[in-house]
């Protein structure tokens, strides 16, 4: 789960982390308003959950009450597309902050490393811009930790830290401070991901994060009911929230070729025949084990609601999974969802002979069966592409 910029700066205040004093607004008159309280000037800023936001536009200062509202107008509704293109993503709320004047700019993170199972520390003296860029211009410019899982970021670890990275000497200390800081909240907060760009040094010489881009390791939620419902679906693709409210597993592609499977093994197996044919995936659906005739329809319905879905395949291997109940399935979502583009049926296993009779007997418009994955993949994408 990632949070917005303001949803993250709220969780480091109450980890004792200096951040700009701000107000979120989701309308222009509370934009001014927040303004006019935090006091000029200050700044108007795009909620999304992606980088660039800058260069886009969703960023501006005002130096009145005037600017606020220009500014707030022109941030507010506005589509922003990340740096490679990801999106568009619509802006339906700011953050009005109280500008800060800045002496430097540094990076810091904390980051969970699969590979070694555990986290790492990240901090750098080149701040404000992509984490990606300064590794490229200056590698010794990223100094790294791994963390114990026990003793975490001590503030020694973390002084030293500071003083490999080449920040400031006079804020050593307060970098430090928040490091240890940072490093408490990733796991208090079960996080994935805890960054800091830029944390920055203001001309009075405090340390202040100054942006904050949070994720949360969605199955630990239920340990955090109050970060849970700060969850922001206003840009969460809608094939992807459906199947999240109905308890299915759910990827969205980019392709016309809707593919259901049971078990995420075959569902990956199904991607690459139908890859492999000459198809393009639009989706990876796990309707998962023991299938029954309900998860059956509402998987269809999650995929047939994706416009670029053309044609759909349903490779089912009964084990758990009962071919008859998902045949059920297949004829009660035909009752149900207006079924306007052909599907290809592949059951195999438990109770498939009973399953495929009862697709025969039910003689569905539009439904083909194949015997093998490999032929109802060459099908499927042979229909898809008509």
């Known amino acids: ?14 980890a004792g982390i200096r951040v700009p004093e701000g107000e979120p607004a989701s309308d222009v008159e509370a934009a001014v308003a927040a303004a006019e309280q935090i006091g ?22 005002a130096k009145d009450a005037s600017e606020a509202r220009t500014h707030a107008e022109a941030i507010i509704g506005m589509d922003i597309r990340g740096p490679r293109g990801e999106g568009p993503f619509r802006v339906r709320e700011v953050w009005v902050e109280q500008a800060s004047e800045i002496d430097a700019e540094y ?40 963390l114990d899982p026990v003793d975490g970021l001590s ?43 830029p944390l920055i040094v203001t001309a009075a010489r405090e340390v202040v994060a100054l942006d904050a881009k949070v994720t949360i390791d969605n199955s630990a939620l239920f340990r955090h009911e109050d970060i849970a419902g700060l969850d922001d679906l206003s840009d969460e693709d809608p094939q992807e929230r459906m199947a999240k409210e109905r308890g299915l597993t ?15 093994g075959l569902c990956m197996s199904t991607l690459d025949v139908v890859a492999n044919a000459g198809g393009e995936p639009a989706n990876f659906l796990d309707a998962g084990g023991g299938s029954k005739a309900d998860a059956i329809v509402d998987a269809l319905e999650v995929i047939t609601s994706d416009e670029k879905v053309t044609a759909v395949l349903f490779n089912i291997f009964g084990g758990i999974t009962r071919c008859d109940e998902v045949a059920k399935g297949i004829i ?28 025969a007997e039910a003689d569905l418009d539009g439904l083909e069966v194949s015997g093998t994955m490999l032929g109802a993949a060459e099908r499927v994408v042979e229909l898809a592409n008509v």
């Open 250 to 264: 759910y990827v969205k592609l980019d392709g016309n070729v809707g593919i259901l499977g049971n078990g995420a």
């Open 40 to 61: 000029y000037p200050c700044v108007i800023k795009a909620q999304v959950q992606i980088g660039g936001r800058g260069k886009a536009g969703g960023i501006k200062v």
């Open 1 to 14: 789960m990632d949070l917005l910029e303001y949803q993250g700066k709220q969780l480091f205040a109450r």
């Open 155 to 197: 503030l020694n670890l973390a002084r030293e830290l500071s003083v490999d990275a080449g920040i400031d000497e006079d804020v050593v200390g307060g970098v430090a401070e928040i490091l240890v800081s940072l490093s408490k909240a990733f796991d208090e907060l079960d996080a994935t991901l805890i960054e800091v760009n």
């Open 107 to 146: 990076y810091a993170s904390i980051i969970l490393d699969r590979s070694e199972k555990k986290s790492l520390a990240i901090l750098s003296r080149m701040g404000g811009m992509n984490v990606e860029e300064i590794a490229e211009n200056d590698p010794d410019a990223l100094v790294q930790r791994h």
């Open 332 to 359: 009660e979502a035909y009752s149900r969802v207006d079924m306007d583009v052909p599907l290809v049926v592949r059951l195999d296993g438990t109770n498939s002979e009973e399953g495929l009779r009862l697709l």
